[in-house]
């Protein structure tokens, strides 16, 4: 039998799962004290976060080897009525977060499209995205996976292209500059 999902697509959508994508990392560096703290951040943040996070979740995956995860565990710790609340607030923060993702879409749109400014244009592609991507996820893991690999190259590829034509002209001393007064 042929895997629904294989490791591509399985990296594209915890790629989205954990950052939703690869925008908002400029404010970070702009409005955060400059690159070098953005930079400490995405390096060492793994290690003290993802790392054993993922050591945990390995962990309780094999000690409970049936579908459901965190909300197994959660109900074999501390009973079903917290179990249903974890996985209530979980979806629940699904909802509300993929909701966020249309608007967000639109958002950077409407600087080349100055028509999704208006409301006229906007709620109507806002419902055809939503309704989009819901009947892909209704078609079923492989086209999911499929699109997220899409997608991931389609958002990535500004990045990818951006960098290599800034090779030129980089500077690494501007790298470990720091600006504390934008450091809360």
């Known amino acids: 039998m042929r895997p629904k ?50 050591l945990v979740t390995a962990e309780l995956a094999t000690s409970f080897p049936e579908n459901g995860g965190y909300v197994l565990w959660i109900s074999s710790a501390f009973g079903p009525f917290w179990g249903f609340q974890e996985g209530f607030w979980k979806w629940f923060s699904g909802v509300m977060d993929n909701a966020l993702y249309p608007v967000l879409f639109l958002d950077y749109l409407k600087h080349s499209f100055p028509i999704f400014n208006r409301l006229i244009a906007r709620v109507p592609t806002l419902l055809g995205i939503t309704a989009s991507l819901t009947y892909l996820n209704y078609r079923g893991l492989h086209i999911v996976g499929f699109s997220a690999v899409s997608l ?33």
């Open 5 to 54: 999902l294989t490791l591509l697509p399985l990296i594209a959508l915890i790629f989205y799962e954990v950052s939703g994508g690869p925008f908002g990392v400029e404010d970070s560096v702009k409005s955060g004290g400059g690159p070098l703290l953005s930079l400490l951040g995405f390096l060492i943040f793994p290690l003290f976060w993802s790392i054993p996070e993922a």
């Open 152 to 184: 991931a190259a389609f958002s990535l590829l500004p990045f990818a292209v951006m960098g290599i034509l800034s090779i030129p002209r980089i500077q690494p001393a501007k790298w470990v500059a720091v600006d504390f007064r934008k450091v809360d």
